[in-house]
């Protein structure tokens, strides 16, 4: 199982990005997957979930209304796309996938909102 995220990078509030996690060794339209972030000396945070499906979202009450995300199962891809940046919004962003009892992450891409 591979997780690779991209997309990160330095935003001035009120901005835009979305990051992308290309996914391969299992059959991702079988399973749901989550964005996670953390930033350091906090607990990762869980941002957005998605069903296996895609017709199932849910979100951290910080972000709703901000962030949406989705999948594109011909690409093996999950996005999330954050708009209306904040700086407390910065954090480097997991993927992440439960697969066979086992919680499989990517290396994580790093957010900066500032001026």
């Known amino acids: 199982v591979q997780l690779v995220e991209s997309g990160g990078g330095l935003v001035q509030p009120g901005g835009s990005l979305r990051l992308s996690c290309a996914v391969s060794g299992f059959t991702f339209r079988n399973y749901g997957m989550r964005w996670y972030r953390q930033v350091p000396g906090k607990e990762r945070e869980l941002v957005a979930a998605?069903?296996?499906?895609?017709?199932?979202?849910n979100y951290a009450d910080s972000v709703k209304g901000r962030f949406t995300i989705s999948r594109d199962t011909d690409k093996n891809t999950v996005y999330l796309s954050m708009n209306s940046l904040i700086p407390e919004d910065t954090a480097v962003y997991y993927c992440?996938?439960?697969?066979?009892?086992?919680?499989?992450w990517g290396q994580g891409t790093q957010v900066t909102v500032s001026s």
């Open positions: 998605i069903s296996s499906g895609g017709s199932s979202t």
């Open positions: 992440n996938v439960p697969y066979r009892s086992l919680n499989y």
